[in-house]
């Protein structure tokens, strides 16, 4: 299983490979050390180190010398390669985006409300939206950051309330929201929403779950993404009142 890919936010990438180990009745997520992975762009390349447990480091360059848009990743692993590729889509600048965020005013103080999912968009993106004095870069390269994620694609079933999750802060009158958008591939955003049909949004009233088809060869599960990341500190006072 890969996981992880290219933040052009960061200088340090992360790429996490894993496997499932069945041993008796049970199985469980086990890394996989000592493999080759690689990340080229025309003439750049990334070379990932083995930091333990399956997980990959490695350090992005110059961005200025980057040639076309697309990325491709190369896994050696036990004799066999595994190869995938996705597309560097430039981001809209998060002032003339619509936000995933509202707020309301409870007992002199801020609730402020993020939305999960937004359908129907211009583009598809995924969002970090936390508190400043919450924020923490180590949470997003851990992968348990809480993204929330705007498709360009319809809600697949306007009746599950599943769709309409959301997540919330409580904050003061002069605390500030860091706000940070990623582009996303059109092919990485089908394959988030397919995902989530198949686990998130899974309820009574889904629709046939769909095939979760991932980007990388040799019968690997997962998918390597590019984003292209930006971040932007926001006042209180600029975020948008609820109706």
């Known amino acids: 299983i890969v996981e992880g890919g290219i933040n052009t936010m960061y200088k340090e990438q992360y790429i996490q490979l894993k496997r499932l180990h069945i041993s008796g009745v049970t199985s469980e997520l086990e890394g996989i050390p000592a493999a080759t992975v690689i990340v080229t762009n025309g003439p750049n390349q ?13 350090q992005l360059f110059d961005l200025r010398d980057t040639v076309g848009n697309i990325f491709q990743l190369k896994i050696e692993l036990n004799g066999k390669v595994y190869e995938s590729q996705d597309q560097l ?29 937004l359908f129907g968009m211009s583009n598809s993106n995924k969002w970090l939206i936390m508190p400043q004095k919450e924020f923490s870069d180590e949470s997003m390269v851990l992968f348990k950051a809480p993204y929330s994620y705007s498709f360009r694609s319809g809600a697949p079933n306007v009746l599950n ?28 955003a089908k394959f988030l929403y397919n995902l989530f049909q198949e686990t998130k949004w899974k309820g009574l009233l889904s629709a046939v779950p769909a095939n ?3 980007n990388v060869t040799g019968n690997a599960l997962g998918f390597f993404y590019v984003m292209d990341g930006i971040k932007k500190t926001v006042p209180m006072k600029d975020i948008r009142n609820a109706k």
């Open 46 to 58: 990334i070379d990932f180190e083995d930091v333990g447990n399956g997980l990959y480091k490695g």
């Open 89 to 117: 889509i430039t981001n809209v600048p998060i002032e003339k985006s619509f936000i995933p965020v509202e707020k309301s005013d409870v007992n002199k103080k801020w609730h402020v409300k993020v939305d999960t999912y």
């Open 212 to 214: 979760v088809q991932g």
């Open 161 to 188: 309330t599943l769709l309409a999750a959301t997540y919330s802060y409580e904050m003061g009158r002069k605390d500030s929201l860091v706000i940070s958008k990623f582009a996303i591939s059109p092919r990485y």
